[in-house]
């Protein structure tokens, strides 16, 4: 019995140390940056939130260099020499990784061995360089075609080739999730962006970001990256659902939701006190380019709409009154207005379900039904020449 006893705790005892080991594991980051000789170089954490300093070295006469450090799972490393020069490591436990490069930036080329996950980051940096190359020449051919005649011409060439630019960007993605869903350099490749624009979005290529969630959830279930990637996920998936059950609220035939508001004046305004008409309720922003071209062709047509017993009705989703009133002076709009100040935090965005898109459009019947909507100003314009032909 005693045996059997002494035989049960010395599995418990194996059982547990086996666990111990795998808590943490050592990395072994060498390499060489002689462009770097005596500067030195810094090793981050890449939270999910910010960056931690986790240890610094001084790149020798060689140009070598040596980090260890012990880890308790996967996550991103930054090695870094100053704020515009910096590479991103995707590390695991007992990886020994070397890394180069001879290039006075990171970003024009360096070689990762021994880290698979950095290997994959090293491969999009590569294909990331050369968009960059691409977006500048557009930038410099944009900047000195400034002033010429023939320069909206320009423009709308550039715009189509950056559109090809994008659009490469974002099969690249693709089909890097497509490869790799199940590795944490997954994330990093999902939120890129090219310039101040995001490659993927969060509703339009959400199976994508699900993709990653499932593979990653699989590979790697208690890594803080994966959960904050998981409950991200679903938020999106719960914003999607809420959308849809709004938009079933918001299908034509149904009653538009009232709105109550304060007009240029501080007075109360409400839609359904504005009954016994058709309204085109036209949401809309000071600061938006596009809802400004569409005054123009709103202002143009409104002096028939009102022959037809239609009215608009503005809603503004500005948060700077000066702006908005601005806007109202500048495009000489004639119609009614109004806005609760609170930009597109403001209660019309969910109850109308603009999801922060503007400018935005509802065609309202004289029974305060909703006939059609839409964020096409020239296809609310024909509609509503319907009207009277």
Request: hydrophobic share 35%; charged share 30%.
């Amino acid at each position: 019995m005693f045996k059997r006893y002494f035989f049960f705790i010395l599995i418990i005892i194996a059982i547990v140390s086996c666990y111990r080991e795998k808590e943490t594991g050592l990395i072994s980051i060498t390499g060489s940056f002689p462009k770097y000789t005596g500067e030195w170089l810094y090793l981050e954490e890449l939270e999910v939130r910010n960056a931690v300093i986790l240890d610094s070295v001084k790149i020798n006469k060689e140009g070598k260099f040596v980090f260890n450090l012990e880890i308790e799972d996967a996550g991103f490393y930054i090695l870094r020499i100053n704020k515009e020069n910096y590479l991103v490591l995707q590390l695991e436990k007992n990886e020994t990784v070397k890394v180069n490069s001879n290039n006075n930036y990171f970003s024009t080329g360096y070689q990762v061995k021994g880290s698979p996950g950095s290997q994959l980051l090293m491969t999009f940096e590569c294909f990331m360089t050369k968009q960059k190359q691409r977006v500048d020449s557009l930038a410099y051919v944009f900047k000195t075609s400034q002033g010429e005649p023939d320069f909206y011409d320009t423009k709308l060439k550039l715009d189509s080739i950056y559109m090809i630019v994008y659009n490469d960007q974002r099969k690249y993605v693709k089909e890097f999730i497509g490869k790799n869903s199940g590795s944490l350099a997954s994330l990093i490749i999902i939120n890129s962006k090219l310039g101040n624009n995001k490659v993927m979005d969060e509703e339009e290529d959400f199976i994508y970001f699900h993709r990653i969630d499932s593979a990653l959830t699989i590979n790697y279930p208690e890594n803080k990256h994966t959960i904050n990637h998981h409950n991200r996920v679903k938020e999106i998936r719960q914003k999607k659902l809420d959308s849809f059950i709004a938009d079933e609220k918001l299908k034509p035939g149904k009653n538009a939701p009232d709105i109550v508001i304060r007009d240029i004046n501080d007075q109360i305004v409400s839609l359904q006190d504005m009954g016994g008409q058709n309204i085109l309720v036209y949401f809309w922003a000071g600061w938006n380019a596009k809802s400004r071209q569409d005054n123009k062709k709103l202002v143009a047509i409104y002096d028939e709409l009102k022959e037809h017993n239609i009215e608009i009705f503005g809603v503004s989703l500005d948060e700077n009154e000066k702006v908005w009133k601005g806007a109202i002076k500048l495009d000489k709009l004639p119609w009614i207005q109004g806005s609760d100040l609170k930009g597109l935090k403001s209660p019309v965005n969910k109850a109308y379900n603009l999801n922060d898109e503007l400018p935005f459009y509802y065609l309202i019947d004289e029974e305060g039904r909703i006939i059609l909507k839409d964020n096409d100003v020239d296809k609310i314009i024909e509609k509503l020449e319907d009207f009277w032909r």
